[in-house]
C-alpha cells in the first residue's frame, strides 16, 4: 500500500497480549482493538496503579499522569522527565497556533524536579493553564482536545516516529482493519499518489467490482462532492455508510479523463487479507496484513495449492507493512518445522524467543517471498526467518527496516499509547533496523505504483515465476 494508507492500516504487528499491553512492531501509527480499561477493579495499564493515579484529579488530566509514568516505566531508552515537560510545552502551543489559531498564545515553562508525583503537578498545571487562558476561545470540547495535544506533545518529544499517542478515532479505524474490517462500505482500496488523487483498488466478489470500477480508477467525486484535497480517512468516511444504502461515486482511468459515475448499493464488508490463485502452475498467495483471520487464510491457500499439485509456491509480501505478532509466528511456522521465529530483546537486554509452532506443512517447495521497500515488521520477521533457514528464494528490493517493538497500552479513555519497549532480530540474531533485509534476487520495480503488482507488467512476479522454473529444471 502507498505511504498515506500504510500510515493507518499497515504496518502492524500487534501481539494477543493480557490487557496490560499489546506488542506492536510496526513502522507507521496503528492499534490492536486493545478493550479499555472499564473495570479498574480488575484492568490494569501494565504494572500502574490506576486508582491511585485516578482518584485525585480531573478525569482528562489523569491521562496525562498515566502516560507521564507509562512512558518513564516502559520506554526502551532511559527517559528524561523534562523532556516530557518540554514537549507537552510545545504540543499545546502548536495547538492553540496551529489548530486553534490563536495568535501568539504563551504558556509558562516549567521545570522538572525529578520527582515523579510533583512533574506530574507540574504536567497538570500546564493543561489547567492553557484551559484557563484559551479554553473559552476554543469551546466545550476544549479540555479533551487540550489533554490530547499535551499527550501527543509528550510522546513526540521522544523523537521516536514509532511511539505516539493514538485517540479513539485512530483506534477504531485500525481496529477495523485488524480484525478483517466488518463495516458498511463497497469493497475497495484507497491509495493517495503523489499528486495527492485517490487510486481504487477494488477487492473481487464485492460490490465496487461487480458493478464495474477497475483497478487504477482514479476517484473524482462521492455522492456529488469532489475528493480533491480530502485526506483518506475523509474519502473513506463517505464512501461507508449503512448497509443498503447507495453511493455514487465518479470515477475515470489513471491515464484518461473519461468519466464514470457508478452506484454502488453498500454491503457489510468484511476484507480478506489474502489473494490466492494457480498463476502458471505455482500456487501465487498475496498476503496485504498480518491480520486476526491471515493464518487461516494462508493455511487454505496453501492447503489448496498442495492439493492442486503446485509445482511451486509464491508468497508476496510487497507493500505488507506488518499486522498482529502472532500471525506472523503462525505463518512462518506453516514454513519452518522448528527453531526460533523471532527473538525480542528488552532494554535490560533480556531476550523472549517466539518459536514455531508445530503447524509445519510438508512440500512447500520451492518457495519465492516477494518483498520490496514497504515489506516491513511482520513481513520482516518472516521474509527474515524463511531467508535465515535457506527455505525460499527472497526476490525484489531490500525491505523496509523496521526492527524495534511498541507496546500498546490502553487508556481508559478509549485512547492508547504506543511506546517502544524493546527491539527484535531474526532467528541468526540480525538487527534490521534502519537496514532492512536484502533479497537473494534483486529485482527493481517501482513501489510506488501499486496498479503494477499482479499485472502482465510485474517484473517483479514474472522473475519470481522464471526463478522456480530455473530451480525445477535444476532438479
Known sequence: MPPKLRALVAALIVAACALAGALYIGYASGIHAAAHTADLGNNSVASIDLRSLLEPQNG???????AFRQVENSYYKPVNAQTLLTGEHTGLLAYLSHDRKIK????????????????????????????????????????????????????SSLGDPYTVYLSPKEI?????????????????????????????????????SVAGVKTGDILVRIDGKPTKGLSLDRVAQLIRGEQGTTVHVQTHPLRAKTLHIFAIVRQIIHVPTVKAKMEDGFDYIR???????????????????????????????????????DAAVKISSFFIPQGVIVSTISRDGSKDEQEANGEHIPGLSPLVILVNKY??????????????????????????????????????????????????????????????????????QNAEDPGLIDTPKDKQLAAAKAHLRAQLAGH
Not at 482528562?60 to 499522569?65: A, F, G, I, S
Not at 487454505?300 to 498442495?306: D, I
Not at 528464494?393 to 511506546?419: C, E, H, R, W
Open 287 to 325: 498476503l496485504s496484513d498480518f491480520g486476526e483471520t491471515s493464518a487461516a487464510e494462508i493455511k487454505k491457500a496453501l492447503l489448496s495449492g498442495r492439493a492442486k499439485n503446485a509445482k511451486g509456491y509464491i508468497l508476496d509480501l510487497r507493500d505488507n507493512g506488518g499486522g498482529l505478532v
Open 60 to 66: 482528562n488530566e489523569r491521562l496525562v499522569d498515566i
Open 104 to 155: 501568539s498564545p504563551t504558556l509558562p515553562k516549567l521545570s522538572a524536579t525529578g520527582d515523579q508525583t510533583q512533574d506530574e503537578q507540574r504536567l497538570d498545571a500546564q493543561v489547567a493553564y492553557a484551559q484557563t487562558q484559551y479554553g473559552g476561545a476554543i469551546g466545550s470540547d476544549a479540555h479533551v482536545e487540550l489533554v490530547q495535544a499535551a499527550l501527543t506533545g509528550m510522546l
Open 172 to 208: 477504531s479505524g485500525l481496529n477495523e482493519s485488524l480484525s478483517g474490517g466488518n463495516f458498511g462500505g463497497i469493497g475497495v482500496y484507497l491509495y493517495e499518489l503523489k499528486d495527492k488523487s485517490v487510486l481504487l483498488q477494488p477487492i473481487d466478489g464485492l460490490p465496487a
Open 375 to 444: 515489506t516491513a515488521s511482520a513481513s520482516e520477521i518472516t521474509s527474515g526467518a524463511i531467508q535465515d533457514y535457506k527455505l525460499g528464494t527472497l526476490l525484489g528490493t531490500k525491505t523496509f527496516g523496521k526492527g524495534v517493538v511498541q507496546n500498546i497500552y490502553p487508556m481508559p479513555d478509549n485512547s492508547a499509547l504506543k511506546i517502544t519497549t524493546a527491539r527484535y532480530v531474526t532467528p541468526l540474531g540480525r538487527d534490521i533496523q534502519h537496514k532492512g533485509i536484502e533479497p537473494d534476487i534483486v529485482v527493481p
